[in-house]
């Protein structure tokens, strides 16, 4: 698999339940990025975690990193309408100090259904 | 809230015209990256610029790319030749930079370029 891969590559759930997307990666990283993008729209950034970080919240988001596993999660509770979009995460390998070349995933795309 | 801009928001061109896409990053930011998006397909990292130079480009970026900061806000990416696959959506990026863990991108709109 390549590096950013995320799962379920398509979620669609009712509104008001939580979403959960799920990202791997191959290579040690810096930090690992989550982003929306709503149908042929611009890239919305949602949260960054450091890789010494476990977990971050935002809001209704929250994002779990596992170093050992190289995998991490992003879960949005309560989801609205709006939420519908693509996700991507997206990693800044560790080799990449100072250039922050990132790379993403395939995505995940999010229907919620009123 | 500071935002990056681009432009045009759409650029349809014929097959070996030349390109400029346009971007203005974040003022404070140091870091300034092109990406792009081939429809359906994941977002793929270009090129990033640093102090006035490239600190890094992909494979993608060959001699048909070129970047350039012409002065103290826009920051441009010129294609020479377009050719058919060339189309895209391209997403400008910029960030703080200097951290030894990375800072967030922040990424315009987009433009989205139709090569005929």
């Known amino acids: 698999s390549q590096q950013g891969e995320e799962d379920p590559q398509a979620l669609s759930i009712q509104e008001g339940e939580n979403a959960t997307m799920n990202c791997s990666y191959k290579t040690s990283i810096n930090n690992l990025q989550w982003y929306r993008q709503n149908s042929g729209r611009g890239l919305v950034h949602l949260i960054l975690?450091?890789?010494?970080?476990r977990e971050k919240h935002s809001g209704r988001l929250r994002v779990t990193l596992d170093t050992s596993k190289k995998s991490s999660s992003l879960l949005i509770t309560a989801s609205r309408a709006a939420d519908t979009a693509s996700y991507f995460c997206?990693?800044?390998?560790?080799?990449?100090?100072?250039?922050?070349?990132?790379?993403f995933g395939t995505g995940t795309r999010l229907t919620i259904i009123p | 809230e500071p935002e990056v801009t681009q432009t045009p928001s759409h650029q349809v061109t014929q097959m070996g015209q030349e390109v400029i896409l346009r971007c203005v990053p974040i003022?404070?930011?140091?870091?300034f990256y092109w990406y792009r998006q081939i429809l359906g397909q994941k977002v793929e990292f270009l090129v990033s610029?640093?102090?006035?130079?490239?600190?890094?480009k992909s494979e993608i970026f060959d001699d048909q790319f070129s970047v350039e900061r012409p002065d103290g806000s826009n920051f441009t990416l010129k294609i020479r030749s377009t050719k058919l696959e060339d189309s895209a959506m391209y997403f400008c990026?910029?960030?703080?930079?200097?951290?030894?863990?990375?800072?967030?991108?922040?990424f315009g709109p987009g433009t989205r370029l139709l090569v005929l």
């Open positions: 003022s404070n930011h140091l870091y």
């Open positions: 975690i450091r890789s010494n970080e």
């Open positions: 610029f640093y102090n006035n130079e490239i600190s890094e």
């Open positions: 990026a910029s960030s703080e930079g200097g951290s030894e863990w990375g800072e967030t991108q922040y």
């Open positions: 997206a990693t800044l390998p560790a080799i990449n100090f100072g250039n922050e070349k990132l790379t």
